[in-house]
């Protein structure tokens, strides 16, 4: 509101905004600018007008500028600049129009095509579809359903009337029709047109369906006009690329009404079938649906079809066999009912099944051609299949496929055979003509069946559904005829609207302007008009010889050169173009003459007409030759029909229908505006809304211009005086003048007011204004009034409530003052939502006594009877007496309820003890049956069977005993339990035997004897098995003992540990002793006979660990250990005596030490497959020894040889010994000595072969051995070459013996002097060839050629002196090498190594000797084995160096007693790199040895240290092999602190095992702090961990699970509990009320859960208790029992007119197929009632039982009034079941509980009908779940507000029935998270305290 200028914004009851000044009384539709905001002066000041637009058709826009060319520049409301040229539409807009969606388009204030497309398309975004032209209806198809044609909706449009105008509907314009029919006694007609896809079928089908309704018949033949549909539908509709359903043919129906205006029959006049489509279809299009529907349909077989439809010619060419959404298979089903229900017979129907297989196997006969041009059949067998379908003759047939007979009048008749095409052509035309032909049949037998009985007077309503205007690419002669039709149709439909509006005008006696329409007369004339109108013009030219589609045009072209709405075409002669009403069509003549024709070859006419089909023949009757016969073109035939229908049309009162298809897509909510416009055109809607706009288009009578608009005369909230009361007319201009508007131009006629679209603009927005203070004061008289008159029923009903309320249990004084109070206040109720407190109170009294009534009626009806027979009844008396223990009732009710509890407190009892009693005989428990017996005599049931029982078990009992007790006397003699010699002949089975078969034979029943039993049966077992036990006195293996040992053997307790007795555990630890000598002693054993110290140390150690046997056997092992570890002592000391010796002496070599080295290894047990170290120590000091020569070392003093035969003749040779004297060589001395020297190393030397050396000493000797027998052997044998070869071998080793010197003077004395010279050059020369010998082999051969020129005394010449120097330098070398590889100095290597100090400064003298030696060899190039042992010598005292740097740091040296995480302290990087790096050289030192050792260790310990944690089993290793590796337990710090951390973790490792066995909370918790206090960490831990935190978070669970009752989490945490042993006073209580039964347990959890405030629990444990409830007794809740359904007999007598009312009593809740005529349940309010009545016919139609279209619609409607009335609710419940109730159609059945699911899905019952539906739900035959899921979703849910659409019922159903769903539990039986709260203290030390409240479960 603006004060200031005085506007007013004010809102219609449309929801329409207006505008008032209160200054000065204006008023507009339009926003004052006073009123606007910035962005509207913005967008709406200025000019605005519609401009076009290529997607919208036009868009508003405002002007911005003039252009000097005239044109316009304007801006759309999108913000799109568009320029207006001075040639476009000049329509001016006014902005507020814009919001105005009027329902007539004729009321618009600037009709134009702009303004018209904007109402049209906004008015379809809201789902208004239907828009009114004055009388004409726009109907634009929305392509999905919409709930507009309901029962309700007709009745809706056909009671209207009054005041109240409804909106524009197909319904108002068949309405309209109807009344006409039966107020004015005219017949009228129904117009309905539009293209393909528009929607006419569907108009058609609601204009039926609302004549069936309303009208109805005596003979129910509406329904049969109504089945008539499906199969018009499937024989003349086909699937196009524009609808899925496209009526194919015009059709005109007429609906014939008697004179009380009940249908009494109808006629169907079709016209125009469109035949081709049943040989050709276009791409994504179909041909007619019948063929579809036969093959895909449940009889294809019979008529010798497949389902396979592309197999079919007719049908696959298109590319489309389906449509989505559509099911044949159904529709074909739906066809058949239809024809059932019209009362078409069985052999009518096969014929017309059969005529279209025939007609689907004529398209795939194949023809080809032969040689000479002519036709041949390529699948006979297919003529043969129509043939038979058609019973006619094959043979003819073919015939006439192949064949045309040319008869000229009194000639012969000739014979012609088809061409390929031909052929195909006249079998294609055959098709055609014979479902033309069937087509008119099926017209003609449904004409029939719905026939009218010409004798009586009827008027009637015809129904035109017609093709709309087409305009396509290519229009041929179906669009010509098409087109010709709509002319004549628009000619009748501008004369009637122009008649019409002048005749109003003329009556009334106003002046008006004569109105001129378009008169498409002329171009009428063009087609139809003799003698040369384009039809007239064809028909001449297919009788005229040799005419053609050329000779036609060129005719056409001549007559029409000059006609206006005519035009040829330059460029095609065939074409031309006609003007018409809508627009301009270019036709293609091509084939006109051909479909105008529609002929038929005369033999296949004839072929048929010989059919032995009576039906098929009749079709084609025998035709005269000699009668000469017309034959009517297909165009004449179709003149002739549109006449008769033109002059049939004149005739009536005509009503207007005109479809419009939104867009090509098929799509819902979208509507292309360009192609809205242009069929608006095509339709003619611009001509009649121009015919109205000329003249009046808004018009009252007298009366109601005054009933309309009388309002106006209020003014200040005061009535003016009227001056004119009677003369209604005079009333009118009274009412104008008070405005004091300008209403000049509004025209007062004789009998009405009439004014255009300005003046009822204002004359609405001034009775708004009036309207809006008329209902302000109405509202408040009315609702004052009504307030008062409510509150005095209030005050006269109180004093009966209140005296209803004092009495409290008295039910018939509280129903009688309900009554009085329902009837006192009466309608009020429902307009006022309040109630009195006493009313309130009285309805939950009633409610309560009601079910204290019940409840006591099931008491008295249980009490009486025996309990225990009836236990189930009398428990659900009194369970249902529990849950209203609160309610009032009178003593008796009080009375009989206490005495029934007390009843089944004893008989629970008595059954508990009774139970008791048969589980303690079943178990054999003695304390069980005993305290049970003692509670039966309590009980007084001493005389039970059960007691009897208890005490024979008692009896028996006290005599197993005995046996028992003989049992274990058995068990305690016979044993085994200590070892001795005769201990395995001690061991007997007798006693056990006999007392074992004493037990079986008596049959052990408690569970001791049970226990007993089977320990003696394992102890005899394992009797048995000792006894036969092979050698006691040794270690074999005892397998059979071994078995026994099993978990379910009975040998082992539970935990599978420990034995059962002491016997078993006696033989389980001898099994123990016996593994320990197999696994350890006789290794020991084998040791020593190998003299394998290793294995020896190793499994001494092993013996260290504890055995875990008993006293006996610990006994006897430390006996026999003792005595190995004295055996294996003494034979180490041995071998370490001969170790000594050999060693000593192999180096020193001394013949005597090598002797007495010998001596000493050959006393050992020394064999070749033992001590191998020994072994190769002696067979080196054999070899060693064998190699010392038997003579002395002696030099010659002059060139001699004479051990070669061939060449020496001396047998002696003069020499020099060592000590200077002269001695003589004797050859047969040497030749002795050699002898026997070799014998002694041959036999060595074979030892030393089984031996296998492995020390590089071993390896020396046996290279050195092996070279002097050879050159022994070669010496003997006279091999010169081979002793010259020996000889540099020998001499690479640096060998030198008597013998070798031999060998090298007999050499020396062979060799010519002159070779000296050469020999000594080359050995030079060859000094830098490396070598991997020790020596150079150079060496050797300087120094024999030096021996050799000695004694050949030469001259120092060059060559000798360069040798001499050269062996000089390598002797140099050698000695350096020798000096600096000599490792005496690091034999203290251990000192060396702990003491690090002095070791670096002998690595410092070590590498400077080596590297002077290394330096001497690399001046003379000298590469032999020595300097790369020097060089390895350098490289492995740098890496050794590295490794010991690396052992002192990085390491853990903090003890038992860390200060973070040990292996924090470790890092392995610098010892692994070192260890690394040495790792792959063969260090040669021990020293080196020990070092690679000690980083072995201690990076293993490292590394142990770091995963301590994860596993100390590395570690334990690390330390045990460092020990042992280092010889000492302490020999590093490093060692001392892991060992010591190792000790901590295993007193952890133990602790933590003892709290994980034990389960204790207080256990886990200190073991885990202790391996905390450690930094241990590991799996071990974090499980102990794990396990504590379980045990507390358990702990904690069991409490707070107790504490809630929460069910699952109770179960879960005992089992887990149970799973880890875990057991508290708390689990023992969960452990108690788990054993509960369900309904105990239910009514303490609602308890609970009423004491916690959860709702949804307790709601979802109250359903549950209700399903227990409705289990046991749930036949007091059957259907037919619901006590507010009527009684039959008062359904039957509120029916005022019957015939049977017993009939109808019976029928009262079973299915009819007729409407009901009252509600089936009690409702006060007439105006339910009646509306119940009327969704029963929703019920019907949605249910198929009655014929509406759009079954979901019908759903939706009925969803939506019970969710806006909850008193239908019930009703409607009931009237479904009703249907569904000895309903003889499965397919209505099932439809039935569709609707049922939807309704359960969408309104609650009441409460006093929910157990009763529930009920009905559990007997449904499928998905009963599903039916009360749903159910209760809604009860204990909120109810929709909104019912769901068409589209989501649709959606809906599949879903809901979906079979691989068949079950669903509602969301409120869903288990939702239970509300927690915290347990108090008294709880959590006592599990008793388990309720807030006073009484403790015990």
């Known amino acids: 509101q603006d004060p200031v200028s005085g506007w007013t914004q004010r809102k219609t009851a449309d929801g329409v905004y207006y505008y008032h000044n209160i200054k000065t009384e204006a008023v507009s539709w339009d926003k004052?600018?006073?009123?606007?905001?910035?962005?509207?002066?913005?967008?709406?000041?200025?000019?605005?007008?519609?401009?076009?637009?290529?997607?919208?058709?036009?868009?508003?826009?405002?002007?911005?500028?003039?252009?000097?060319?005239?044109?316009?520049?304007?801006?759309?409301?999108?913000?799109?600049?568009?320029?207006?040229?001075?040639?476009?539409?000049?329509?001016?807009?006014?902005?507020?129009?814009?919001?105005?969606?009027?329902?007539?388009?004729?009321?618009?204030?600037?009709?134009?095509?702009?303004?018209?497309?904007?109402?049209?398309?906004?008015?379809?975004?809201?789902?208004?579809?239907?828009?009114?032209?004055?009388?004409?209806?726009?109907?634009?198809?929305?392509?999905?359903?919409?709930?507009?044609?309901?029962?309700?909706?007709?009745?809706?449009?056909?009671?209207?009337?009054?005041?109240?105008?409804?909106?524009?509907?197909?319904?108002?314009?068949?309405?309209?029709?109807?009344?006409?029919?039966?107020?004015?006694?005219?017949?009228?007609?129904?117009?309905?047109?539009?293209?393909?896809?528009?929607?006419?079928?569907?108009?058609?089908?609601?204009?039926?369906?609302?004549?069936?309704?309303?009208?109805?018949?005596?003979?129910?033949?509406?329904?049969?006009?109504?089945?008539?549909?499906?199969?018009?539908?499937a024989f003349g509709n086909a699937k196009t690329v524009r609808n899925n359903n496209s009526s194919r043919f015009g059709k005109w129906s007429e609906i014939h009404f008697d004179k009380k205006g009940k249908i009494f029959g109808a006629k169907n006049v079709n016209f125009l079938l469109e035949k081709s489509r049943v040989i050709y279809q276009a791409e994504n299009e179909r041909s007619y649906h019948i063929f579809y529907q036969?093959?895909?349909?449940?009889?294809?077989?019979?008529?010798?079809?497949?389902?396979?439809?592309?197999?079919?010619?007719?049908?696959?060419?298109?590319?489309?066999?389906?449509?989505?959404?559509?099911?044949?298979?159904?529709?074909?089903?739906?066809?058949?009912?239809?024809?059932?229900?019209?009362?078409?017979?069985?052999?009518?129907?096969?014929?017309?099944?059969?005529?279209?297989?025939a007609i689907l196997n004529m398209g795939n006969v194949n023809f080809k051609s032969s040689g000479k041009d002519v036709a041949m059949i390529e699948n006979e067998d297919k003529v043969k299949v129509i043939a038979d379908l058609l019973?006619?003759?094959?043979?003819?047939?073919?015939?006439?496929?192949?064949?045309?007979?040319?008869?000229?009048?009194?000639?012969?008749?000739?014979?012609?055979?088809?061409?390929?095409?031909?052929?195909?052509?006249?079998?294609?035309?055959?098709?055609?003509?014979?479902?033309?032909?069937?087509?008119?049949?099926?017209?003609?037998?449904?004409?029939?069946?719905?026939?009218?009985?010409?004798?009586?007077?009827?008027?009637?309503?015809?129904?035109?559904?017609?093709?709309?205007?087409?305009?396509?690419?290519?229009?041929?002669?179906?669009?010509?005829?098409?087109?010709?039709?709509?002319?004549?149709?628009?000619?009748?439909?501008?004369?009637?609207?122009?008649?019409?509006?002048?005749?109003?005008?003329?009556?009334?006696?106003?002046?008006?302007?004569?109105?001129?329409?378009?008169?498409?007369?002329?171009?009428?004339?063009?087609?139809?008009?003799?003698?040369?109108?384009?039809?007239?013009?064809?028909?001449?030219?297919?009788?005229?010889?040799?005419?053609?589609?050329?000779?036609?045009?060129?005719?056409?072209?001549?007559?029409?050169?000059?006609?206006?709405?005519?035009?040829?075409?330059?460029?095609?002669?065939?074409?031309?173009?006609?003007?018409?009403y809508a627009g301009e069509v270019m036709y293609d003549a091509t084939g006109f003459l051909a479909k105008n024709k529609d002929t038929l070859s005369q033999d296949l006419y004839d072929a048929l007409s010989t059919s032995q089909d009576k039906s098929t023949s009749d079709m084609y009757p025998p035709i005269d030759p000699n009668r000469e016969r017309k034959k009517v073109s297909l165009g004449g035939q179709f003149r002739e029909q549109l006449g008769n229908l033109m002059t049939k049309l004149s005739t009536t009162s005509p009503h207007y229908i005109r479809c419009v298809k939104p867009n090509s897509e098929k799509r819902h909510d979208l509507i292309n505006s360009v192609m809205t416009l242009e069929q608006l055109r095509y339709a003619g809607v611009f001509e009649a809304i121009r015919i109205r706009q000329k003249g009046y288009p808004f018009r009252y009578t007298h009366a109601e211009f005054v009933k309309r608009y009388k309002c106006l005369s209020l003014k200040d909230r005061k009535w003016l005086p009227l001056k004119n009361k009677t003369n209604q007319k005079a009333l009118c201009k009274e009412l104008l003048d008070l405005t004091k508007q300008d209403f000049s131009d509004v025209q007062l006629g004789v009998t009405q007011v009439l004014y255009r679209a300005e003046q009822q603009r204002v004359l609405e927005l001034l009775r708004n204004l009036s309207l809006e203070s008329i209902c302000l004061l109405l509202q408040s008289f009315t609702r004052g009034w009504l307030a008062r008159r409510f509150r005095n029923r209030l005050v006269k009903s109180r004093p009966q409530l209140r005296d209803a309320l004092a009495k409290r249990s008295d039910l018939p004084l509280v129903e009688k003052a309900l009554s009085f109070t329902q009837d006192t206040i009466g309608t009020l109720r429902r307009l006022f939502n309040f109630e009195m407190k006493e009313h309130l109170q009285t309805r939950h009294l009633h409610s309560q006594l009601v079910e204290r009534k019940e409840v006591t009626g099931l008491l008295e009806t249980a009490f009486p009877k025996d309990p225990e027979a009836n236990f189930d009844e009398l428990t659900h008396a009194v369970e249902r007496g529990d849950l209203i223990e609160t309610f009032p009732g009178t003593p008796a009710q009080l009375e009989i309820y206490k005495k029934a509890k007390d009843k089944l407190i004893l008989t629970i009892n008595r059954r508990q003890t009774r139970a008791d009693l048969r589980d303690g005989v079943e178990k054999a428990d003695k304390g069980i049956i005993s305290a049970a017996i003692s509670r039966a005599q309590q009980l007084g049931i001493p005389d039970a069977s059960e007691v009897a029982e208890g005490k024979k078990m008692l009896e028996r009992i006290a005599r197993e005993e005995l046996v028992h007790s003989s049992l274990v006397s058995a068990l305690a003699a016979g044993g085994c339990l200590r070892y001795e010699d005769s201990a395995q002949k001690s061991i007997s089975t007798s006693d056990l035997d006999s007392a074992i078969k004493s037990a079986v034979e008596f049959g052990m029943r408690t569970a001791a004897g049970k226990a007993s039993l089977a320990l003696g049966q394992a102890v005899r077992n394992l009797r048995a098995a000792l006894i036969a036990a092979p050698d006691w006195t040794g270690h074999s293996h005892w397998p059979a003992v071994e078995a026994l040992f099993t978990a379910s053997s009975g040998l082992l307790e539970e935990s599978g540990e420990k034995a059962a007795n002491a016997e078993a555990q006696w033989a389980l630890d001898e099994l123990k002793l016996r593994t320990r000598r197999r696994e350890i002693h006789v290794p020991i054993q084998d040791a020593?006979?190998?003299?394998?110290?290793?294995?020896?140390?190793?499994?001494?150690?092993?013996?260290?660990?504890?055995?875990?046997?008993?006293?006996?056997?610990?006994?006897?092992?430390?006996?026999?250990?003792?005595?190995?570890?004295?055996?294996?002592?003494?034979?180490?000391?041995?071998?370490?005596?001969?170790?000594?010796?050999?060693?000593?002496?192999?180096?020193?070599?001394?013949?005597?030490?090598?002797?007495?080295?010998?001596?000493?290894?050959?006393?050992?047990?020394?064999?070749?497959?033992?001590?191998?170290?020994?072994?190769?120590?002696?067979?080196?000091?054999?070899?060693?020894?064998?190699?010392?020569?038997?003579?002395?070392?002696?030099?010659?003093?002059?060139?001699?040889?004479?051990?070669?035969?061939?060449?020496?003749?001396?047998?002696?040779?003069?020499?020099?010994?060592?000590?200077?004297?002269?001695?003589?060589?004797?050859?047969?001395?040497?030749?002795?000595?050699?002898?026997?020297?070799?014998?002694?190393?041959?036999?060595?030397?074979?030892?030393?072969?089984?031996?296998?050396f492995t020390s590089e000493k071993g390896s020396v000797a046996l290279e050195q051995g092996q070279l002097i027998k050879?050159?022994?052997?070669?010496?003997?044998?006279?091999?010169?070459?081979?002793?010259?070869?020996?000889?540099?071998?020998?001499?690479?080793?640096?060998?030198?013996?008597?013998?070798?010197?031999?060998?090298?003077?007999?050499?020396?004395?062979?060799?010519?002097?002159?070779?000296?010279?050469?020999?000594?050059?080359?050995?030079?020369?060859?000094?830098?060839?490396?070598?991997?010998?020790?020596?150079?082999?150079?060496?050797?051969?300087?120094?024999?050629?030096?021996?050799?020129?000695?004694?050949?005394?030469?001259?120092?010449?060059?060559?000798?002196?360069?040798?001499?120097?050269?062996?000089?330098?390598?002797?140099?070398?050698?000695?350096?090498?020798?000096?600096?590889?000599?490792?005496?100095?690091?034999?203290?290597?251990?000192?060396?190594?702990?003491?690090?100090?002095?070791?670096?400064?002998?690595?410092?003298?070590?590498?400077?000797?080596?590297?002077?030696?290394?330096?001497?060899?690399?001046?003379?190039?000298?590469?032999?084995?020595?300097?790369?042992?020097?060089?390895?010598?350098?490289?492995?005292?740098?890496?050794?160096?590295?490794?010991?740097?690396?052992?002192?740091?990085?390491?853990?040296?903090?003890?038992?007693?860390?200060?973070?995480?040990?292996?924090?302290?470790?890092?392995?990087?610098?010892?692994?790199?070192?260890?690394?790096?040495?790792?792959?050289?063969?260090?040669?030192?021990?020293?080196?040895?020990?070092?690679?050792?000690?980083?072995?260790?201690?990076?293993?310990?490292?590394?142990?240290?770091?995963?301590?944690?994860?596993?100390?089993?590395?570690?334990?290793?690390?330390?045990?092999?460092?020990?042992?590796?280092?010889?000492?337990?302490?020999?590093?710090?490093?060692?001392?602190?892991?060992?010591?951390?190792?000790?901590?973790?295993?007193?952890?490792?133990?602790?933590?095992?003892?709290?994980?066995?034990?389960?204790?909370?207080?256990?886990?918790?200190?073991?885990?702090?202790?391996?905390?206090?450690?930094?241990?960490?590991?799996?071990?831990?974090?499980?102990?961990?794990?396990?504590?935190?379980?045990?507390?978070?358990?702990?904690?669970?069991?409490?707070?699970?107790?504490?809630?009752?929460?069910?699952?989490?109770?179960?879960?945490?005992?089992?887990?509990?149970?799973?880890?042993?875990?057991?508290?006073?708390?689990?023992?209580?969960?452990?108690?009320?788990?054993?509960?039964?369900?309904?105990?347990?239910?009514?303490?959890?609602?308890?609970?859960?009423?004491?916690?405030?959860?709702?949804?629990?307790?709601?979802?444990?109250?359903?549950?208790?209700?399903?227990l409830a409705l289990d046991s007794h749930g036949d007091m809740f059957l259907f037919e029992r619901f006590k507010n359904l009527r009684t039959a007999e008062d359904f039957a007598n509120d029916k005022l007119l019957t015939l049977d009312r017993k009939k109808l009593a019976a029928g009262f809740i079973q299915f009819t197929k007729n409407p009901i005529h009252t509600s089936l349940t009690e409702i006060i309010d007439p105006l339910i009632i009646k509306e119940s009545t009327r969704l029963f016919k929703n019920v019907l139609g949605y249910m198929g039982d009655r014929k509406y279209p759009y079954p979901p619609t019908l759903a939706q409607e009925i969803l939506q009034r019970c969710i806006e009335e909850p008193q239908l609710r019930d009703e409607m419940y009931c009237q479904i079941i009703k249907q569904i109730t000895a309903n003889p159609t499965p397919l209505s059945v099932s439809r039935g509980w569709e609707l049922l699911a939807l309704s359960a899905s969408t309104f609650p019952p009441s409460k006093s009908f929910e157990n009763f539906l529930e009920m009905y739900f559990r007997r449904a035959p499928q998905y009963s779940t599903k039916y009360i899921a749903a159910m209760r979703d809604v009860l204990f849910g909120s109810v929709r507000s909104q019912a769901p659409d068409a589209a989501e019922i649709e959606s809906f159903i599949p879903k809901f029935f979906n079979p691989s769903q068949p079950t669903a539990v509602s969301k409120y039986d869903v288990v939702q998270p239970i509300k927690t709260a915290k347990y108090p203290k008294e709880f959590f030390d006592n599990p008793d305290h388990l309720f807030l409240a006073s009484e403790v479960l015990n």
């Open 391 to 580: 019973k006619c003759n094959p043979t003819t047939l073919k015939d006439a496929m192949l064949i045309r007979t040319m008869s000229i009048r009194g000639k012969e008749s000739t014979k012609i055979p088809f061409k390929e095409w031909e052929a195909r052509d006249a079998l294609d035309a055959l098709a055609k003509s014979l479902y033309g032909k069937l087509f008119d049949w099926l017209i003609g037998r449904i004409n029939e069946a719905v026939a009218v009985n010409q004798k009586t007077e009827t008027k009637f309503i015809g129904v035109l559904d017609i093709f709309g205007f087409e305009i396509f690419k290519v229009n041929s002669f179906e669009q010509l005829c098409i087109n010709f039709a709509n002319e004549k149709l628009q000619q009748h439909f501008n004369t009637y609207t122009f008649k019409l509006e002048e005749q109003v005008y003329t009556s009334e006696q106003i002046k008006f302007v004569h109105i001129e329409f378009i008169d498409n007369q002329p171009i009428l004339d063009l087609i139809e008009k003799k003698p040369n109108g384009l039809l007239v013009l064809l028909d001449e030219e297919i009788v005229v010889p040799k005419g053609t589609d050329e000779t036609y045009c060129k005719k056409i072209h001549a007559a029409h050169a000059k006609d206006p709405n005519y035009k040829k075409l330059i460029k095609k002669d065939t074409s031309f173009i006609v003007y018409h």
């Open 32 to 233: 004052p600018d006073s009123l606007k905001d910035e962005d509207e002066l913005l967008t709406d000041s200025g000019t605005w007008r519609w401009v076009p637009d290529p997607d919208e058709a036009y868009l508003p826009a405002r002007d911005v500028k003039k252009n000097a060319d005239g044109s316009i520049d304007c801006v759309t409301e999108r913000g799109i600049q568009v320029t207006l040229p001075k040639t476009g539409p000049d329509w001016p807009l006014l902005k507020s129009s814009l919001h105005l969606l009027t329902d007539d388009l004729v009321l618009l204030d600037n009709m134009n095509e702009g303004m018209i497309i904007h109402t049209l398309r906004e008015r379809f975004k809201q789902n208004k579809i239907y828009t009114a032209i004055g009388t004409i209806l726009v109907s634009i198809n929305p392509f999905k359903l919409l709930p507009l044609y309901t029962p309700q909706m007709i009745d809706k449009y056909y009671h209207s009337g009054g005041n109240r105008k409804n909106p524009p509907h197909v319904f108002a314009i068949a309405d309209a029709a109807y009344k006409s029919l039966l107020h004015d006694k005219l017949n009228n007609s129904i117009l309905i047109s539009g293209e393909s896809g528009a929607g006419k079928t569907e108009a058609t089908k609601q204009c039926l369906t609302f004549f069936a309704e309303v009208a109805g018949s005596d003979t129910h033949v509406e329904q049969k006009i109504m089945s008539a549909n499906p199969i018009l539908e």
């Open 1270 to 1667: 050879q050159l022994r052997e070669a010496l003997l044998a006279r091999k010169w070459p081979v002793v010259e070869q020996l000889l540099g071998k020998v001499s690479a080793l640096g060998m030198n013996s008597p013998e070798i010197s031999l060998a090298r003077a007999e050499v020396a004395g062979r060799s010519a002097a002159e070779d000296v010279v050469a020999k000594l050059i080359q050995a030079v020369a060859d000094v830098p060839s490396p070598t991997e010998t020790v020596g150079h082999p150079s060496e050797g051969l300087l120094e024999t050629g030096l021996a050799q020129a000695d004694r050949l005394k030469m001259k120092e010449v060059d060559s000798v002196v360069k040798a001499k120097a050269m062996l000089d330098k390598i002797r140099r070398t050698r000695a350096a090498l020798q000096k600096a590889c000599d490792l005496h100095a690091y034999e203290d290597y251990i000192a060396l190594v702990e003491g690090y100090g002095q070791l670096y400064s002998l690595f410092d003298v070590t590498e400077n000797l080596l590297t002077q030696a290394l330096a001497f060899a690399w001046e003379i190039k000298y590469r032999t084995k020595e300097v790369a042992q020097a060089e390895a010598l350098k490289q492995e005292v740098e890496l050794i160096r590295n490794v010991q740097v690396a052992l002192y740091a990085d390491g853990y040296l903090e003890g038992p007693v860390p200060s973070q995480l040990p292996a924090k302290f470790i890092d392995t990087t610098r010892i692994a790199s070192a260890n690394t790096a040495v790792a792959s050289f063969p260090v040669t030192m021990k020293l080196s040895g020990y070092v690679v050792a000690k980083g072995k260790a201690v990076l293993a310990i490292r590394e142990g240290v770091r995963s301590l944690n994860q596993n100390p089993a590395p570690l334990e290793q690390a330390v045990a092999a460092a020990t042992k590796a280092l010889g000492s337990a302490d020999a590093t710090p490093e060692l001392t602190s892991a060992r010591q951390i190792l000790e901590r973790v295993q007193v952890a490792r133990r602790d933590l095992d003892q709290a994980e066995k034990q389960v204790v909370q207080k256990l886990l918790e200190d073991s885990v702090a202790y391996a905390e206090e450690i930094f241990y960490e590991n799996p071990d831990v974090a499980r102990t961990r794990a396990l504590r935190d379980r045990v507390i978070q358990l702990n904690e669970e069991s409490r707070a699970a107790l504490w809630i009752m929460d069910k699952d989490r109770m179960t879960n945490v005992l089992n887990e509990a149970n799973a880890i042993r875990l057991n508290t006073a708390h689990f023992e209580k969960i452990q108690h009320l788990l054993g509960l039964g369900e309904n105990d347990w239910l009514k303490l959890e609602i308890k609970k859960a009423a004491e916690l405030e959860d709702p949804s629990r307790r709601l979802r444990l109250t359903i549950r208790l209700k399903e």
């Open 294 to 357: 036969l093959c895909m349909g449940p009889e294809a077989a019979k008529f010798k079809l497949s389902s396979d439809l592309e197999s079919y010619f007719y049908l696959a060419g298109s590319g489309c066999t389906q449509i989505d959404g559509v099911n044949d298979e159904e529709d074909f089903i739906d066809v058949v009912t239809a024809m059932n229900n019209l009362g078409f017979k069985k052999e009518e129907q096969d014929w017309i099944f059969t005529v279209v297989a």
């Open 1088 to 1252: 020593i006979k190998r003299i394998d110290e290793d294995a020896i140390n190793e499994h001494l150690s092993a013996l260290k660990e504890a055995h875990g046997c008993g006293a006996d056997q610990a006994r006897r092992l430390d006996s026999l250990e003792q005595d190995l570890t004295q055996s294996a002592d003494k034979l180490k000391k041995q071998a370490e005596e001969a170790r000594v010796a050999l060693e000593q002496a192999t180096t020193s070599l001394d013949e005597n030490a090598l002797d007495h080295a010998i001596d000493l290894g050959n006393k050992l047990p020394v064999t070749t497959t033992q001590a191998v170290h020994l072994r190769e120590l002696l067979a080196v000091a054999e070899i060693d020894a064998a190699m010392k020569s038997k003579f002395e070392h002696v030099e010659r003093s002059e060139v001699s040889f004479m051990l070669d035969d061939d060449l020496a003749a001396a047998t002696s040779v003069v020499a020099s010994a060592a000590t200077g004297d002269v001695v003589a060589l004797q050859k047969v001395e040497i030749i002795n000595k050699l002898t026997t020297q070799l014998a002694r190393l041959d036999k060595a030397l074979q030892h030393a072969a089984t031996v296998g």
